[in-house]
């Protein structure tokens, strides 16, 4: 039974995902409440609130819900073993990566704070007057990835999964349904058993093929990912997971706690 102070929090814009979490969450008879502005009401107070929307809402909420949002840590992607990535991946700031007089890859590890995508050089990144300098940011080689699959993740293993790329362009399909699935699946289980210590307990992991073989794309928080084919039901088992009550964390997790700077208010 779903305790009656439990409730899933979504922001106010509505995606396909959250949609049909709203159906996942009542089937387990789990209340949901989509939030119209940045303001937490009074009478989500004391809940065990958890949380499905994007980054900005997230910080904006997160200290008033008192949630425990998990991502990786910023230079996760740059220290697993070449061989998962087949690219090189440096962990820099903004400021460095603007120096760069090469075409690069470039993004924020866990946020939508500027565009991810192969920049000419570094000086067609954003400005100071745009994003601060010491943003966090990863470098890689560009590289071209034939087909990209979702996995997302809980307790170390692969709990739903779905193509979601090929050649690019958006192509969903279920897990089971795609030609090499599972091969994405074997290679998700070797990423995660090579790094499972440095991976909270729930999170998404994209992986996808190159020329080269299997290669991680990039991971996700969970609790700020779309669902594309997977199983929408396991998928909110890694969303509570990744976003839930601060008070039932878990001490393996609180590494993985994303800090949010402010608490911000919107109409």
Excluded at 37 to 55: E, F, S
Excluded at 246 to 263: G, K, L, M, N
Aim: net charge negative; hydrophobic share 40%.
């Amino acid at each position: 039974m779903t305790p009656a102070d439990r409730v899933l929090v979504l922001g106010p814009r509505g995606t396909d995902t959250d949609r049909a979490l709203i159906g996942a969450a009542h089937r387990r008879d789990l209340p949901v409440r989509r939030l119209h502005t940045w303001r937490v009401p009074d009478d989500l107070a004391g809940t065990r609130a958890h949380l499905y929307a994007g980054p900005l809402f997230a910080d904006a909420t997160a200290r008033d819900l008192d949630l425990a949002l998990l991502e990786v840590p910023d230079d996760w992607l740059a220290r697993l073993p070449p061989a998962l990535t087949h690219r090189a991946i440096t962990a820099t700031t903004l400021e460095h990566a603007r120096t760069l007089r090469r075409p690069a890859f470039v993004k924020p590890p866990n946020d939508k704070s500027f565009a991810a995508r192969v920049y000419r050089d570094g000086t067609e990144l954003p400005g100071d007057d745009i994003v601060d300098p010491g943003t966090a940011v990863l470098v890689s080689d560009p590289i071209v990835f034939h087909t990209e699959y979702r996995l997302f993740c809980l307790d170390g293993a692969v709990h739903a999964a779905s193509r979601y790329a090929t050649a690019g362009d958006l192509d969903i399909a279920p897990i089971h349904a795609c030609a090499r699935g599972s091969d994405a699946l074997a290679f998700g289980a070797d990423v995660l058993a090579a790094s499972r210590a440095d991976l909270p307990s729930a999170i998404v992991v994209d992986v996808g093929e190159t020329d080269a073989g299997w290669a991680v794309v990039e991971a996700n928080a969970a609790w700020a990912s779309g669902g594309y084919g997977c199983d929408i039901d396991r998928v909110l088992d890694v969303v509570l997971r990744a976003g839930g009550p601060r008070r039932e964390q878990r001490p393996r997790d609180t590494p993985f706690i994303r800090y949010a700077p402010v608490t911000r208010h919107r109409s």
